[in-house]
């Protein structure tokens, strides 16, 4: 049984650009999560989804940040226009239940130059 | 909005020695769980809590839940090396779409 697949794992891109981030959940796992991790920061709530329903995107920046989770394929965040602040650590996570431990990813690492 | 607080975000142990750390919400917990993430790696679930006052076993860790449920701390007893890397406690509320709120993590250094 895979495990959270995320990627790229590794993704530079130029300020303006567009990143897409995409996260496959485990088998059997409808909640998926994301997060967004800073050097020796703690790891920030971005979205939370199931399929074709965003939940909670109460962490997300209003502007530029999109997520989604279609029925058929992974779940894709998406960055447009980024600027250097976006440069972080972004992990997925998905659990089989509401309440249920959080399975991560390996996380894309987001560089913009 | 809530917060989970975990103070220091360093701590520095010699190899045999004992470890505890601990974790603070602001708000009332329905459940609260701890993740380790080696350097470089991915957070990975250690266990979690959900009756008041409840005490977890693994090995050389101690995982507690306060009666109070708004707080919570990991004991290691006699750290090894292999003990090292940022452990991350996350706490839900009860009605709260099932959102974990991350503390910032305490990262464990040991001297061999």
């Known amino acids: 049984n895979a495990g959270v697949m995320q990627n790229p794992r590794h993704l530079v891109r130029r300020r303006g650009q567009e990143a897409r981030l995409r996260c496959s959940p485990m088998k059997g796992h409808s909640h998926v999560y994301w997060y967004r991790q800073l050097p020796e920061e703690g790891l920030k709530f971005m979205v939370y989804l199931q399929k074709e329903n965003i939940i909670d995107e109460s962490g997300m920046p209003k502007e530029r940040f999109s997520a989604e989770f279609p029925k058929e394929g992974p779940s894709i965040l998406r960055i447009q226009q980024v600027v250097r602040g976006d440069s972080a650590a972004y992990f997925c996570?998905?659990?089989?239940?509401?309440?249920?431990?959080?399975?991560f990813g390996e996380g894309s690492r987001l560089t913009v130059l | 909005g809530q917060q989970v607080m975990q103070i220091p975000q360093y701590q520095h142990v010699q190899e045999g020695e004992d470890f505890t750390t601990y974790c603070n919400s602001s708000?009332?917990?329905?459940?609260i769980q701890w993740y380790k993430q080696r350097p470089g790696g991915h957070p990975v679930f250690l266990i979690q809590l959900v009756k008041s006052g409840e005490v977890k076993k693994q090995k050389r860790l101690t995982f507690q839940f306060g009666e109070a449920k708004k707080n919570s701390s990991l004991h290691i007893t006699a750290t090894q090396t292999t003990d090292v890397g940022t452990y991350f406690c996350?706490?839900?509320?009860?009605?709260?779409?099932?959102?974990?709120?991350f503390g910032k993590g305490i990262t464990l250094s040991v001297r061999p």
């Open positions: 996570a998905s659990s089989r239940e509401v309440t249920g431990e959080l399975f």
């Open positions: 996350a706490g839900e509320v009860a009605g709260a779409n099932s959102k974990l709120t």
């Open positions: 708000t009332t917990l329905s459940n």
